[in-house]
């Protein structure tokens, strides 16, 4: 694989609207080259018989079973509102009726 240039640099940086120096240009370019050149590598290891894969190792469901539990009723919910109304709390409106929608 050819090696990334300072101009393929210079129009990556264009495209993501990045402004970098003539310096960074070069920093860059060697950076790129040497990530390109490492998945390359990787390609060339891959295996039609090895399959894709999203982790390293694998993943269990790590979430507990939903089980119901005891909970406060809406008297003990509420026992600490500063006001409440029909079993809901009940806060100041903040928007005018004509603007909500």
Known sequence: MAAISREEVAHLARLSRLA??????????????VILQSVAQ????AAADIPPTS????????LRE??????????????GAPDADQQRFRVPRILDE???S
């Not at 982790?55 to 790590?62: A, G, R, Y």
Request: aromatic share 2%; hydrophobic share 40%; proline share 7%.
């Open 20 to 33: 970098v120096t003539e310096e960074e240009l070069d920093t860059f370019a060697g950076q790129l080259d």
């Open 42 to 45: 990787v390609g060339e290891v």
């Open 55 to 62: 982790h390293s190792v694998p993943l269990t469901n790590v």
């Open 66 to 79: 939903d089980v119901v539990t005891p909970c406060l009723t809406p008297q003990e919910a509420l026992s």
């Open 98 to 100: 004509d603007v909500a």
